[in-house]
């Protein structure tokens, strides 16, 4: 009999975002919990996990054997993108990493995304970043999502190829739209409020470490931005 996955809050949002029939590849899978789960409730047609290392990729292929699906879901060894043939996947994830690393994976395998009408990406810091790839590179930011879970707020980002319209053409209030995300900064839900709270709180402990420093043109200029980017997640976090 196959073991039921299940998922936690934030995986289980990420895997409601994958088009039904779709050819997913989850990059970074740790233990291919979002594929095997997405096979069984019959959202996708086939599941690639690939990891980097070793030892998790065994961990991901024990899982799918577990549930008796190594037909369906191949796991693979390798580094981002580079497990993939080019427009073999439909649908790509890429979860529990920072935005810069996202951002990389994505940049550095740009050939293999020819076929992929979706990308499902959950940084755990600096989601700016990864907005800031899918504007830059053709793709719409279609949904956006924040969740709480242990006490972390997680963001979950959904691209897909198309003509960007969202984002203000006005410099600073796209680079706010980048950082805080366009639709997250107009619905502001309670988990971005305690996000936007906290990373005010840590700006306003810097603060007060800078002001004990010599203070320079270069550390007075610092800190008059940290003190207008504090001011504004304070003004997002009411």
């Avoid at 981002?80 to 996947?89: H, N, P, R, T």
């Avoid at 990864?130 to 590179?137: A, I, T």
């Amino acid at each position: 009999m196959q073991e039921r996955i299940i998922l936690d809050r934030r995986l289980k949002q990420v895997v409601d975002y994958i088009p039904k029939g779709s050819v997913l590849a989850d990059i970074g899978s740790d233990h291919a919990y979002v594929p095997c789960y997405a096979l069984q409730q019959g959202i996708i047609s086939k599941g690639i996990a690939g990891e980097v290392n070793v030892g998790p990729m065994e961990a991901a292929r024990a899982q799918v054997d577990l549930i008796e699906s190594l037909d369906a879901i191949d796991v693979r060894l390798g580094d981002g993108l580079a497990v993939l043939k080019e427009d073999e996947a439909t649908c790509i994830s890429i979860c529990g990493m920072g935005g810069s690393l996202i951002r990389s994976i994505l940049e550095t395998g740009k050939e293999k995304l020819g076929a992929v009408e979706r990308l499902i990406l959950q940084p755990n810091v600096d989601g700016q970043h990864v907005r800031s790839w899918l504007l830059e590179n053709g793709y719409v930011l279609v949904k956006e999502s924040i969740v709480e879970e242990n006490d972390k707020v997680y963001e979950i980002l959904v691209g897909e190829k198309g003509i960007e319209t969202i984002y203000s053409e006005e410099v600073n209030e796209r680079n706010w739209q980048l950082l805080f995300g366009p639709f997250l900064i107009q619905e502001r839900p309670e988990p971005f409020k305690l996000k936007w709270s906290r990373e005010a709180d840590k700006l306003e402990y810097v603060l007060g470490q800078m002001a004990d420093g010599i203070q320079s043109e270069a550390l007075i200029q610092k800190q008059v931005e940290f003190k207008r980017m504090r001011d504004k997640m304070r003004e997002v976090s009411q």
